[in-house]
């Protein structure tokens, strides 16, 4: 995560200018990292193998730059060493953002973690999906949508609205 992290302006930056015909950067990785209540540092780098096996991202949409929907599912290795990472980036957080909230919250009859502050510049939503998987997103919306594919696991992709319609544009 560290390592897409530092790229990730540099990455979406071209692709930015093609899908929104208009070029620039607006710090993409630091708007996601204080949204999520993530941090790039040295120990994650040196030790972010340690707590995961991998990562996903996933998006609702392309336009990364106006703010679309970001989930991160981290493949869990040590559960507890994610957990205080986690925590330490929290109270980094809190140290920013001393209005800062903890709620929880029950999405699609699951309780979820939420992190955030009233301006949304902190909006963190946590969820276990299973012993092995560990949900951060930034909206309630992709937190509900990864809890109905878990309910549905046979369900196929292109039974969806939103993949039909996708696919009768491209």
């Given amino acids: 995560l ?13 692709v930015g200018r093609i899908m929104e ?37 996933l998006a609702s949409d392309p336009f990364f730059r ?11 290795r040590s559960k507890a060493t994610l957990m205080a990472a ?5 109270a980094r957080t809190r140290e920013r953002r001393p209005d800062a909230k903890v709620q929880t919250v ?19 939503y946590r969820v276990e999906l299973d012993d092995e998987v560990l949900a951060l997103a930034t909206s309630a919306a992709a937190i509900e949508a990864l809890l109905a594919a ?13 993949f039909q319609y996708f696919r009768a544009l491209y």
Avoid: C, M, W
């Fill in 66 to 76: 106006d703010g679309t929907d970001l989930t991160v599912l981290f493949h869990l």
């Fill in 21 to 57: 015909e208009r070029s620039g950067t607006r710090d993409l990785a630091g708007r996601y990292e204080r949204q999520l209540g993530v941090e790039r540092l040295g120990l994650a780098k040196t030790l972010g193998h340690v707590a995961v096996k991998g990562i996903a991202l």
């Fill in 106 to 124: 029950t999405l699609s009859g699951k309780p979820v973690r939420r992190l955030f502050t009233a301006d949304g510049e902190v909006n963190q």
């Fill in 150 to 162: 878990q309910a549905e696991p046979d369900r196929s992709l292109a039974e969806l609205g939103d």
């Fill in 86 to 90: 986690l925590g330490t980036y929290e």
């Fill in 2 to 14: 560290v390592a897409l992290a530092d790229d990730v302006d540099e990455l979406l930056r071209p």
